[in-house]
């Protein structure tokens, strides 16, 4: 387990030196300067000249790139070219709502995944195995930002149950914030769950198919007593590896739902960053969320084969 461990680990350096550099270079190489940005067209270009110094703007990109890198391995993500603000403040602040929105999506999306995978499996080939199945082809089919807006219209315009954006603070108290929270969550949650509800019936079957289950049917289990006993929990191991990867996705992907319903997160201040040119946002936003999801697939890949001792018996 531990070479296993220690693979995966040299795995994981690795990719994060690679991520950095290839977003360094993606993001250096958009078109438009900011610190002409920040000053408008009609600026001197002594003024601009100033300004790019003051910045770091004109060093080598080499030096930049290393500058950058060597802040973010010690904590500092630098200082915001827009906001005059340490970058790893905003950072903060604004992973408060992101962070809270993918485990909610991801805690709704467990809870409707779950009891429909399992039903659609018990019943396989009948009615309720094709509604589930229908419905979770529609959910995977639909656009997560449509349905927001479609959530948003019934449940903000039309019955005023909930607000239609913006987020009033965790001090407003916890029930205030998950009340926001709530559509948003919605409309990241049932497309994951449309999802995870395939792979656990696929799972469930698969398992349902094996000699164990015969052989504790034959034992005198009923169906169901083999279904939960024995074909659930086994299930659950590639099912756990989906979860880990939804959660790294929730985490990451939320730019257009926080766009839609006007939250103050990262993905919302992702695309703030790229509307100003305040590149050192964009570099280091980026590079936390592929942090968060390369760190998310490494500890779904130890508890893997903590469970399951073939996958580290063949590495």
């Known amino acids: 387990m531990l070479r296993y461990a220690l693979k995966r680990l040299l795995s994981l350096v690795i990719s994060l030196a690679v991520a950095s550099v290839v977003i360094f270079m993606v993001i250096e190489v958009a078109p438009g300067d900011p610190a002409q940005f920040m000053l408008g067209l009609n600026a001197q270009p002594d003024t601009v000249a100033a300004l790019r110094a003051e910045l770091g703007l004109d060093l080598p990109k080499w030096q930049r790139y290393l500058s950058w890198a060597g802040g973010m391995m010690t904590g500092d993500f630098g200082m915001s070219y827009t906001y005059r603000t340490p970058v790893s403040q905003m950072i903060a602040d604004r992973m408060w709502v992101s962070l809270p929105l993918a485990l909610y999506a991801l805690t709704l999306s467990t809870l409707i995944a779950f009891p429909a995978g399992i039903f659609a499996a018990a019943h396989r080939g009948g009615p309720g195995d094709v509604a589930v199945m229908g419905a979770t082809q529609l959910g ?97 191991i590639p099912v756990l590896t989906i979860i880990g990867l939804q959660f790294a996705f929730l985490l990451a992907g939320a730019i257009i739902i926080e766009q839609v319903f006007y939250l103050p997160g990262l993905g919302r201040l992702i695309f703030q960053a790229i509307s100003s040119r305040d590149l050192i946002v964009v570099e280091s936003v980026v590079m936390l969320l592929v942090f968060a999801v390369i760190v998310v697939n490494f500890t779904v890949d130890l508890a893997y084969a903590a469970v399951d001792p073939r996958l580290r018996n063949r590495t």
């Open 140 to 236: 995977v089919a639909i656009p997560n930002f449509w349905f927001a807006m479609m959530l948003v219209l019934v449940f903000a315009i039309n019955l005023r149950w909930f607000s239609a954006g913006g987020f009033p603070g965790w001090d407003g108290g916890v029930w205030a914030g998950l009340k926001a929270l709530t559509l948003p969550a919605i409309a990241q949650a049932l497309p994951q769950a449309a999802i995870l509800a395939r792979v656990m019936r696929s799972a469930l079957l698969d398992v349902l198919g094996e000699d164990f289950i015969r052989t504790a049917r034959a034992k005198g289990l009923s169906r169901r007593q083999a279904l939960w006993r024995h074909g659930v929990r086994n299930a659950l």
